[in-house]
């Protein structure tokens, strides 16, 4: 089949008689697949109970026939004006107690059970309808779940959250006991004194915070469940999925990805933001990572423009050609848009398109186009995967519990520390997966662990036990800290990493906004920093700081001023067969990529290509279609790059004399090069 | 009569021993008119249906004998506590269900029948005690609708909304198609199913918002023509007027128009910003515009400083003269200010007066009382009208559609754009109309069209029509985008304009905050614009570009860097027997002067007065009473001007020796001089 | 007994089995005195009605056997689960009608009968079972009073207030009086027509929010005095006291005073602010001279980081003893903290406490128990005082006023402005009260009166009557304006104070942001200025001018640049046989030093150490206990301080030789000397 091509299609939007043209032009733009029905459920029951599925009928046989798959939507991600009018308390509210209201899109209350009932009624109808449709190849559950309403806080979802409680605590002693609430006198006598974290005088419990975050993903998640029991009930074999958003707080996932067939991402980048491909990386690396390295699909990106950020540059030329072949090359078996054809009206109408307003003479039309005739050019990807040597640890519950008021610093961003640990790696072109503390390590050379602010005690013992088994290790700052109930680990921080960091850390040191310390000590890294563009003598760190006590550990730097001067700031410290590192500040970029290529040697961890010029980025996917080497270039200048041996160069192939092997490949500003073995 | 002048006058804040006073200090301050019973609902309706006019009585009487000309309130603008107390019902709405409270003004719902009702009566008995009170000159009915409650939310809003739509559509599916509801799933089956756009999870309906801006804007209509049926039918000929407020987004000062038998106008110039002149500028001309050049009344200005901004610098030296004299060269044939005498307590009590705390030893006294002196010592103004080539488009309409969210880019900002046409041709000295699409434009040789979002296919005929006939028309990015229901134009942007500017925009192409673009190609226009103060080299743009493909148009500048280097910027096209310029970005101020100097000139605009220094303002207002020139020195320098031929100085007149004929005059810092012909 | 030494002790987060620990680490420390029972309330009512005393008699117990004396909080402070589930209405509503929730603590409307009979009941109960209790010291009435809920806006409050305006006003038309309600219409015509100042669609009334600020202060307040009147009849001759907030503007600590036995006061010192040991400075001398010199107790600090602060430096190495001695220095008896053990969860586990998360083997530990041993080491100074000849005057009603809307600048900041007087005098080494304009004034040889916007007419009598009679005043812009009802005094500003200041202030002039004026003509000034710092040339000034008309006073310094060049900025004038300085803007921090310096050797008062070095701060406290001269280094380099004659080094005493007489001061960094007489 090849990678999957295509779009949205919201034929509701149009009149029947542009239909026959949207599969011409769909054929004429090589699209294999369309997501579709995501917003027709005011078309399908126009009145409660009454079903109009003719029209869509037409739709499905006509994409049958044209050979284009559908990835079918259950249509229940925007309620129809009549059941939000018929059942107001369907409508979610915010922690101020103010109701959110009909005229945009996700206005329910995921813990309605009369939205929930609704919902799964209507899927009942279109399992049953559709089941054994020849267009029909998987499900799309709802529609980026928890996007505008992450959470509700309405009188139904407090309930949803006692029953939630009672199940999980059992005892109110218990739910006591994990929410600290001899603090402040918040002992409840009864799960029936248990509120969601509505807006409080002051900082409200962390801990009841921190569960209502679980709380509101399963919320979202059971919505989920409830339709595809239906859709594995009604019409089994048929997979089920549905479109996370990338780094998307309210959703975990790892936790969703056990329920979902096969994994699905929209991920819009954004053109005014210089490097938004390696926020692109993680998040695919973390999809692709999340069921063990099995493909995944690109649901959903923008041709060009998006409509919703506050001023919505176009793509650059070259630019969305590039980043859907980065998808690609970090496993996706499918690159599909927001939308097929650019609405006339509502409220994303500027929003790009496959075919836009202007037509098919356009710079985007033909773009995708070619992009589809190059995809499909190359037909073997599919179904090929990745290894990487090195695994990122990353966990929801961390990032909850880390972004909760009341900290040393609220300037920790779970997002931003990722980053700032991933982009070294992804710039030194070294492949790298993205997967939970729970995850089995024992198969990575190098595992790098940025801020888990909260790690149970089990999970740092398997991190000791990795270091303790000849694993490498890189730990960063105000890691360990507390345990599942946001209760700081009893015995000094970071109480079950101090054996195997070596370490104490005595005191938090977070620095002002702006503030920068000093370190120094490490000629190498400071060598190698300063080629990578980092300022003469000492490095400098900025956010955080902490006066670590050594315990086994050898400082690798120190602080040379401010308060902690002569401290150390990062440390090394041997541990069983295996070593770890400890990063006690954030250093500067260029510092920060020069420890991580020492931490990588050291583990024996190589780049997917030597030399790679910068800015330029290689993958490789291999299996039964091949082994495929992608290369490219995020830079606007033309580079040259050498290869390990003779490959051919398969998107030159159809339209080029050059389909021969070649041994070094010249990439364009924003180009793209894939290659196989010769 | 002359020009009116005087100010708000609230004598229910002193005790009746004042009175005497305050009549002998207008007449020495040459006060003519006075707005009074603004705030007079409490007093006169002490208790619900309880009416004391006695003392109000005894207020008209002592103003009819001094000669005082009473613009009569209907008193309505703020209800007295006992209604809101009993009929909590009336308190307005925010978008997210907030209640707004008493203890301000304006605290009331437009659509609510018992504020209605309440109004109603109480301008009854008002037009019925006072229809022919000597004092009389004119009503003036509630007061800045829209100021502070722009908008109610609430139930009875709601009800109103759905009641306003039935009639604007008929069937709800008409509505559903308008409204584009076919996106998100937001088919209503009935209006009793829609509601005002109340806080949603996301971006609204944006044609909802558009629809509901409008039915806001006709609410408060209808509470104007509410209490204006009473006044024509107790009071028949005694004009009726409201006081607007400039660029006041939520009253389309257009459609009110036709309602009111005279325009009027509060305006209070920022001493804080330098340029608040030219907004004057605008805001006058539209006044004047809006009903076909008829003279205005400037209902409220400060004497000095205001209270309601952050920071409340007093007007320095010369400046109130300068501002009144501006209103007066713009039109106006009032001079009014908020208000006599100052508050010793509420909320406006450090808003400056006439009669400051200080009492009559004041540089504001005495600068109320000259100018009072000087405009009376000039009476043939009144009633005189100006002349103008050049008119400006604006639409209310456009201006609520294209400041909904869920565009290209929302840092498109009405009122900045309009000034930003508006100044190059303020600042040539050329007198400009402020007018609506649909106003004739056959007696104009050029047309500006500043950001005309929305634009229906009859009104780009119309401007197509226009060119046509021989005139010369520029309009600028982002115009003819959307129908009169925010639906974009099918046929390639901007559809309906298409033919006429001879192109296609094929993408936008938003800037980010902060980033301009070069533009080159005009040498003509950069030599002028490096004259104007002008950065060397390439003019510089920002803000927005595009990607115009030309279709008949020729391009004038290029953009020369960025994604779209070599693409066209501004262009003209030839298109019957008129030309068409159109501006596809934001050029900086001194190359938007030399375009618009290029423009004028092709089109044949002189300016009022040839060879102006910077910074003076010339203009000209003839009829019965006579031909006058006015110059008014916004800058702060002495500056000497030429005049066309020998002309009186009618302000000199009566002080000093020089009342014979001059040719050219000096005006000091904020100078003024109405010259006449000698 | 010594200096009390100690922290807030929360028993009910730790098993029993630490309670041992606690004692005998607590004795280790040198602590004599803890605060327990603040959030205790769920523990001993766990049920309505139903008490649990006993773990808490333990607790008791055991600090009596240690020798420990308990300041016994009366747990009303953070209502139990129970009681906001039984009773919602306690639940505090913001002036948007928003209810808060529990989850955090303070969750309560002070006027709600319900929270007040709970709250009454439970103190009944404390009270009757530890009135004889061998270690209770105190009672600590609830917490932190207006920490986080300032204010209720419900009905219930609404109501109360009400109630509170027909006891203040008697009959409506006083009320509308006072409120100036002749204004927009606002004439009530019953109190059961008045609602709090709920937000409103513009300003509302200025009196009206004034004297709910007012009422919320006096609710509050009788929250205290309700418990208060339960403890002196149950528990007579018991000391009791409430912790206080700096600078807290809805608890006027003047008003306050009258019902305190002793004042007390929370103080945080900001580690990342550089100068917030001048805010201490004035925050220590306004509790201090609350109760005309009297010690006070410092009830909470931190011994290092706080955890409510966006970013939370811990305390850099010596501030913690220092700003501890700085708060003996200027009058405390106790030195506590927030709290003994850091607690493992809940909201402030990350808030620094007495013993660390890391234990005994840590900085804050051994700094803890190093200062507890040097208090412990000096016995005498409890119950010593200091005396000052300066009086900087303080207003909560004034700073209420000041900081509502609708003002020539919003912004003018009490606190800023009041730290703008007094740090010169903190700076210069003055001994300074900070007292009410009510305080007797006659012992003082200077008073400064920075911004009394709101001034009665007997208060300014009071001050005319001062420098009448000899004193030396200086008052600073917009002082005296309004009565208090925020009403303007009549007569020309400022009214009551025109004779006294020989001056009249035409029109405020406030300033834009960022923008400067020049003032010069104080030769001596500018010279004094630059030594401190101030840049060469005029002076610079900002944020206020203001149009000055001398009416007797002399002009010290004018205008020189702006709309006001020429024109009075600070002026001086014989007044009896007095003189009284004003100051018309804010000048540099180094002009407003070389004017106080000036001002202060015109009145003949003197520093307490003259000499000393800058960032030195020099107190003396002297009594039955003897005499001691406090030497604290806020800088950071070591200096040296000449003493007036031979003193014997207090703390130096048990540990070095050189425990003889002493000329000579070396203060290291953050060094704290206390002397005595040798």
């Not at 609430?181 to 900082?203: C, I, K, N």
């Not at 195997?500 to 005595?506: A, D, H, I, N, T």
Request: aromatic letters at 10%; glycine letters at 10%.
């Amino acid at each position: 089949m090849g990678i999957h091509f295509g779009g949205d299609y919201n034929p509701e939007q149009w009149p029947e008689e542009v239909w026959a043209e949207d599969l011409k032009l769909m054929k004429a733009a090589h699209v294999t697949m369309v997501t579709a029905g995501i917003f027709s459920w005011a078309k399908v029951e126009p009145r409660p109970g009454e079903w109009d599925f003719g029209w869509f009928d037409r739709v499905m046989d006509g994409l049958a026939g044209a050979g284009i798959a559908v990835c079918l939507a259950t249509m229940t991600a925007s309620p129809p004006p009549w059941l939000s009018h018929r059942h107001p308390e369907i409508l979610p509210e915010d922690p101020d107690g103010q109701r959110r209201w009909p005229g945009g899109r996700q206005h329910y209350c995921p813990s309605s059970p009369v939205y929930r009932s609704h919902a799964v009624r209507l899927v009942e109808q279109l399992a049953a309808h559709y089941a054994d449709h020849p267009a029909l190849a998987m499900w799309h559950v709802g529609n980026e779940f928890g996007c505008h309403t992450r959470a509700c806080y309405c009188d139904v979802s407090a309930e949803d959250f006692r029953c939630w409680l009672r199940t999980r605590y059992t005892s109110i002693d218990a739910l006591n006991a994990a929410w600290s609430t001899a603090f402040w006198s918040q002992g409840y006598g009864d799960f029936d004194e248990v509120l969601p974290p509505r807006t409080a005088p002051t900082f409200p419990n962390p801990a009841q915070q921190l569960d209502y975050l679980r709380f509101g993903d399963e919320a979202l998640r059971a919505c989920y469940l409830a339709e595809k029991a239906v859709l594995t009930r009604l019409a089994p074999g048929v997979p089920v999925t549905t479109n996370l958003m990338p780094q998307h707080k309210p959703v975990d996932a790892f936790a969703w990805s056990a329920h979902m067939d096969v994994m699905a991402l929209d991920f819009y980048q954004d053109p005014h933001a210089p490097d938004d491909h390696v926020r692109a990386g993680y998040v695919f690396d973390l999809m692709r990572s999340a069921r063990g390295g099995r493909p995944w699909l690109l649901l959903e990106q923008a041709p060009s423009a998006v409509n919703w950020r506050p001023r919505n540059g176009p793509k650059p030329p070259g630019a969305m050609r590039l980043w859907s072949w980065q998808a690609v090359a970090q496993g996706a078996d499918a690159v599909l848009y927001f939308q097929w054809r650019q609405s006339l009206g509502g409220a994303e109408k500027f929003h790009s398109a496959m075919l836009p307003h202007a037509g098919t003479d356009t710079r985007v039309f033909r773009d995708v186009t070619a992009l589809g005739r190059e995809l499909a050019s190359v037909p073997g990807i599919e179904g090929t995967r990745s290894r990487a040597e090195v695994a990122l640890l990353a966990d929801w519950h961390s990032w909850w519990a880390l972004e909760l008021d009341s900290k040393p610093s609220t300037a920790l961003d779970h997002s931003r520390i990722a980053l700032d640990h991933y982009r070294p790696l992804f710039e030194a072109g070294v492949a790298c997966d993205v997967v939970p503390p729970q995850r089995e390590l024992s198969g990575y050379r190098l595992v790098v662990a940025p801020n888990l602010y909260l790690l149970t005690a089990a999970d740092a013992e398997r991190l000791a036990a990795y270091v303790r088994d000849g694993g490498q290790l890189l730990v960063s700052f105000f890691s360990g800290i507390v345990d599942e109930h946001d209760r700081v680990h009893p015995g000094g921080c970071p109480a079950p990493l101090r054996e195997l960091l070596g370490l104490r850390v005595e005191e938090f040191w977070p620095l002002e906004a702006g503030r920068t310390v000093a370190v120094d000590g490490g000629t190498t890294l400071f060598e190698r920093s300063r080629e990578l563009g980092g300022g003469a003598g000492a490095g400098r760190a900025d956010l955080w700081s902490e006066a670590i006590d050594l315990e086994g550990a050898e400082a690798l730097l120190r602080f040379t001023d401010g308060d902690l001067a002569g401290r150390p700031a990062v440390t090394r410290h041997g541990y069983g067969r295996g070593t770890v590192w400890y990063v006690g500040t954030r250093l500067e970029p260029a510092l920060m990529r020069a420890l991580l290529d020492d931490v990588r040697e050291a583990a024996g961890v190589a780049p997917v290509l030597p030399g790679l010029p910068a800015g330029v980025q290689a993958a490789v996917r291999e299996g039964a279609g091949g082994r495929y080497l992608f290369l490219l270039n995020h830079g606007t200048r033309t580079v040259e790059v050498g290869l390990p041996g003779p490959m051919r160069d398969a998107l030159a192939a159809d339209d080029d004399a050059a389909s021969g092997a070649v041994d070094r490949v010249v990439l364009a500003a924003r180009g793209v090069a894939v290659l196989t073995d010769a």
